[in-house]
């Protein structure tokens, strides 16, 4: 296995990880005890700079992924990680790679035991508890761009922005086919990132805006837009990396059109016997109909999130 260094601007370099006794970069010989690991903040920021392939700094990087032929595998730290570091690392490490150096959309909901993501008249807040929460704003700062549809917009009023954690705000991107929103959401109004307004090509008007958001059409697909023409547009625009945040419909749309590259599900221990599905998708006659994508979990608090890989 060939270990490959992906550096990053603002790493944490071996020499700040040793005391003024240590002789620097390379091997510790015995005798002082290093300083304790570094904190959750400095590694998630560390994982931000290799997604954002930042300058290196001086000395020896604190986080790097190892790789095999073409495909990132794994990664590996300078320094001993505390628990919280290392779940970190194993979480969205493997997705900087997966995502690096191509277009990648990956999908998250959140859902009761007995899969609803919203009762049914489509609140929300919050079927997941505060780590789940904290996980989407990650993901945000991981991200090009945050995209959801116009029922979430509407029930929800997000601002779709990372306030949780350190990272920058993403384009905001929302799916409105048939112009069912009006102007005054704060998404389209309190100028916090670029926002984007996606809609019916028919229903769009040269240099037309929502607010502060530009309005942009493209081709229907069934009863929605075409997943992949939404992409191509974001890619054109720089936006590789796609986050779709939500609703139900709209990351249904996406996995039965084939686009997505990751679904994230985080289940919640809840019951809410009624509501909206986390999925809509075509009826099948047999189990082995169903898609049992190869995935990872992870714990969140009291709930369990569900990282499935959908395509290499």
Request: aromatic fraction near 6%.
């Amino acid at each position: 296995m060939e270990a490959v260094i992906i550096l990053g601007k603002g790493y944490l370099s071996l020499p700040e990880m040793m005391t003024s006794e240590s002789p620097g970069p390379g091997p510790m010989p015995p005798g002082p005890t290093p300083i304790s690991p570094p904190d959750p903040d400095t590694v998630w920021r560390a994982i931000l700079d290799i997604r954002r392939g930042g300058s290196p700094p001086a000395g020896r990087p604190l986080l790097a992924l190892t790789q095999d032929g073409d495909k990132a595998t794994s990664w590996r730290s300078a320094y001993p990680l505390d628990a919280m570091g290392t779940f970190l690392c194993d979480l969205y490490l493997p997705l900087c790679a997966a995502a690096a150096g191509r277009s990648y959309a990956a999908a998250h909901l959140g859902q009761s035991l007995d899969g609803r993501i919203a009762t049914l008249c489509g609140a929300s807040q919050w079927v997941t508890g505060p780590e789940d929460i904290l996980h989407n704003h990650r993901m945000r700062a991981l991200s090009d761009a945050v995209l959801v549809g116009a029922g979430t917009v509407r029930h929800d009023d997000p601002k779709l922005t990372v306030r949780h954690c350190a990272g920058d705000n993403p384009v905001r991107v929302v799916v409105d086919t048939n112009r069912r929103l009006e102007s005054g959401y704060g998404i389209f109004t309190d100028g916090a990132a670029p926002t984007l307004l996606l809609c019916a090509e028919e229903l769009a008007r040269p240099g037309e805006r929502v607010g502060d958001a530009e309005v942009i059409g493209l081709p229907r697909l069934g009863p929605g837009l075409d997943p992949a023409k939404i992409l191509t547009l974001l890619a054109e625009r720089g936006l590789r990396f796609v986050f779709i945040e939500g609703g139900g419909v709209t990351v249904s749309r996406f996995l039965q059109a084939g686009c997505l590259d990751r679904l994230q599900v985080t289940v919640a221990p809840l019951i809410l016997g009624s509501g909206r599905p986390s999925f809509t998708l075509p009826e099948i006659d047999t189990i082995d109909g169903g898609l049992r994508p190869r995935s990872r979990h992870f714990v969140l608090g009291s709930d369990i999130l569900f990282d499935c890989a959908l395509r290499d």
